[in-house]
């Protein structure tokens, strides 16, 4: 692509390339410019997302040309990852959508565009618009008004008829979305004006989810992404994952060790929990053998062991972290964690055998139930923490934001006021660690993105649209 002319133009060209030339790429497809697929986050959240290159794999291998795009506020073009097309260049425009915080940024995204941010406000000659992503699973509702195509579950079971979908999208639009209406209602009985596909586990060949790129800006620092597990086998009442990913998918470890034999490359893993898989002691056998850096994105105190965090530590990792949730064993009880006081201090005695002075706890706050005696049994509990020889204790404190399909749907979010008062709190009783506070106003956002109707969504859609123009 030849140099835009545009001096804003090339700093966002500029921009993307620099994340572009970071890649290194171990598979590569040459094609038209046809359909885009957009992570509507920044590079670095995106890179972290074994979706991003997953799903390009799977359309690359059924010989639909796939280009990656990232969002950031200022960008006006949105160059590819790829081949550096802007994005108005393309006729089916997909979204793999994780947070509810980014519905804004599709919408801003369709806005620069100059695309309506409704489906039943596009005309025949506006880009076809496919949503996926885990918000499908659970708020469906988030989704339909602005895509013209939902997809909701695995896409590996069903990506032939959504590739040839696409096929027909780019020969006839018209011709596309009938296709996704019958198949739609072929798999599930479920047909309205736009369809909502839900793909079936069929009986098919297991295919192993792996990154095809990796780079220094991603969260997993020049580590190929593999999946080893999806969805969870928990019942957190607070949790989608827990209550829309079952039943839980493993890859076997034979199918990691084939490709570690041949790739020997530094990975992450990517699962609800690296401790509820159901062959760790195989998978570590080979990480050792194979000599095998890794990260992983998750564990549970009550599965920790040593043999886990001294290769966690021999990889490099200088924090591990772990999930309390609740600020005290009664709350952890009510939410159905299945984590006891005993299960956290034994996790934290094995780090610190394993050398490990840094620590991240993660807690959730705004359960009806809370006292001030279950906080005072946190203060407590991390006084005990920073005893056993703890340099860096993070602690990050995040609102109860009740989801749908989760038993605490009909929960209500905390108070403004009464969070501010537990921070203040917090703050004032905790001493010598770290905090990081979700903010309010976007766990206030969240919260109401779950609660909201289709005819709710319309209106917040178009008055994010109105406020940009």
């Known amino acids: ?25 171990f598979k590569k497809f040459n094609g038209n410019q046809e359909v885009a697929l957009i992570f509507p986050n920044n590079y670095k959240v995106a890179s972290a997302s074994l979706a991003w290159s997953w799903v390009q794999q799977l359309f690359w291998e059924e010989g639909v040309a796939v280009e990656r795009f990232f969002y950031e506020k200022w960008f006006r073009k949105f160059y590819s990852i790829e081949t550096f097309s802007p994005l108005d260049q393309f006729r089916v425009l997909m979204f793999s959508f994780h ?23 596009r005309k025949e000659y506006h880009p076809t618009i496919i949503i996926g992503g885990p918000i499908t699973f659970f ?47 072929i798999l ?76 020997k490359s530094s990975i992450g893993i990517i699962s609800a929990t690296i401790t509820d898989y159901p062959w760790l002691d195989k998978l570590l056998n080979i990480l050792e053998n ?25 990889s490099g990792q200088k924090t591990f972290t772990i999930a309390p949730e609740g600020v005290s064993q009664k709350i952890r009880n009510i939410i159905l964690k299945d984590i006891s006081t005993e299960h956290l201090i034994n996790a934290l005695e094995i780090g610190r055998k394993n050398n490990f002075k840094n620590v991240k706890l993660y807690y959730i706050v705004g359960f009806e139930e809370e006292t001030q005696e279950d906080y005072e049994e946190l203060k407590k509990f991390i006084e005990f923490v920073k005893k056993m020889g703890y340099n860096d204790i993070s602690i990050s404190v995040n609102p109860l934001i009740p ?37 309010y106003r976007f766990s206030k956002k969240q919260y109401l993105y779950n609660t909201f109707d289709e005819e709710e969504v319309k209106r917040l859609v178009l008055r994010f649209y109105n406020k940009n123009n």
Not at 103 to 119: F, Q, R, S, T, Y
Not at 236 to 248: E, L, R, Y
């Open 188 to 263: 599930s009985n479920i047909l309205n004006s736009r369809g909502v596909l839900s793909l079936k586990n069929y009986d098919i060949k297991q295919k192993f989810p792996v990154s095809h790129f990796i780079t220094p800006y991603s969260e997993f620092k020049n580590k190929r992404l593999i999946e080893i597990g999806r969805g969870c086998i928990r019942r957190c009442a607070f949790c989608v994952m827990g209550h829309t990913k079952k039943p839980v998918k493993f890859v076997p470890p034979e199918v990691i060790e084939d490709f570690l034999r041949k790739e």
């Open 290 to 314: 194979y000599k095998i850096e890794f990260s992983v994105s998750s564990m549970r105190a009550d599965k920790i062991t040593d043999r886990l965090l001294g290769l966690l530590k021999k």
């Open 403 to 439: 989801k749908k399909n989760t038993p605490f749907y009909n929960r209500k979010l905390i108070s403004e006021k009464e969070y501010n008062r537990l921070i203040k709190w917090l703050r004032m009783n905790i001493r010598g660690v770290k905090f990081n506070f979700e903010s």
């Open 99 to 121: 947070f509810e915080l980014d519905l804004e940024n599709i919408v801003e995204i369709l806005n620069k565009l100059g695309i309506p941010p409704l489906a039943e406000m």
């Open 1 to 25: 692509m030849r140099r835009p002319r545009r001096t804003e133009d090339f700093r966002e060209f500029s921009y993307v390339k620099k994340y572009s030339d970071s890649e290194k790429r």
């Open 139 to 185: 708020n469906v509702e988030l989704v339909k008004p602005i895509a013209d195509i939902v997809v909701v579950g695995d896409l590996e079971y069903n990506i032939k008829n959504v590739s040839e979908g696409i096929k027909l999208l780019l020969r006839n639009k018209k011709e596309g979305l009938k296709y996704f209406e019958l198949v739609d209602n």
